[in-house]
């Protein structure tokens, strides 16, 4: 099955700082998905990547994936107190293998910001 | 524009008691996915159904747990005869099509506690 670790597990960042969070695949990625959860809420979508090598930017953040699409990074620019929260990355199966037909999520990245 | 709704977002059961969770899909979604999260596992696959037929449930437990998706009407997750170990988060998501290259965009959880 598709395994994805996420590092590093927490992040503590003075607001205004830059800040990247990783994801790493044991497989080859076809669809690697990055959410936002807000602590007691559901996951918000943030950016899907497909192609190797590809880059999306949605506001101050950035999500990349390696042209071997084996792993990802998000990077915030300029972090706030609304960028706290957990990410996590999740990875489409079809075609992994991986079998389930639900993605396979990471256990998460807590982001804290510290003001 | 209506989300994924679930309900209740909280629900304490005692041992032994059934536990009904709810979850309506975004409009014109018709692929639900149901997970779990435990603070130390992440968000665990649980099953995914359409209108009326379950596709995959290889991540559901073999036993007590079960889920439907009728033609009309909200998808629904039961556990029978919960126990403490069935404490935690369950979120469902939808999705317009098979989750290869559509987001899964999910509801705000309903947090089981069994007593």
């Known amino acids: 099955s598709q395994e994805l670790e996420q590092s590093p597990q927490s992040l503590i960042v003075q607001e205004g700082k830059n800040l990247t969070i990783n994801c790493t695949s044991s497989k080859t990625l076809y669809g690697l998905y990055w959410y936002k959860q807000k602590y007691g809420e559901g996951l918000i979508f943030l950016m899907m990547l497909q192609k190797g090598g590809e880059e999306k930017s949605h506001e101050k953040i950035t999500a990349k994936l390696d042209e071997k699409k084996q792993q990802s990074s998000l990077h915030i620019t300029a972090s706030q107190p609304s960028h706290a929260g957990i990410y996590l990355c999740?990875?489409?199966?079809?075609?992994?293998?991986?079998?389930?037909?639900?993605?396979?999520f990471g256990k998460g990245t807590h982001l804290i910001i510290q003001p | 524009n209506a989300g994924v709704m679930q309900n209740p977002r909280h629900l304490v059961r005692r041992r032994g008691q059934e536990a009904r969770l709810r979850c309506s899909p975004m409009?014109?979604?018709?692929?639900v996915y149901w997970y779990r999260q435990l603070p130390e596992e992440g968000l665990k696959f649980m099953v995914y159904l359409q209108k009326e037929n379950i596709i995959d449930e290889s991540g559901m437990p073999k036993e007590r747990f079960s889920a439907e998706f009728p033609k009309e009407g909200p998808s629904i997750l039961r556990i029978q005869q919960v126990v403490r170990g069935d404490s935690a988060a369950y979120f469902c998501a939808s999705s317009l099509r098979q989750a290869y290259n559509s987001p899964l965009h999910f509801g705000n959880g309903t947090r089981l506690t069994v007593t």
């Open positions: 409009k014109g979604h018709s692929h």
């Open positions: 999740g990875a489409d199966p079809y075609y992994s293998g991986g079998g389930a037909d639900g993605l396979t």
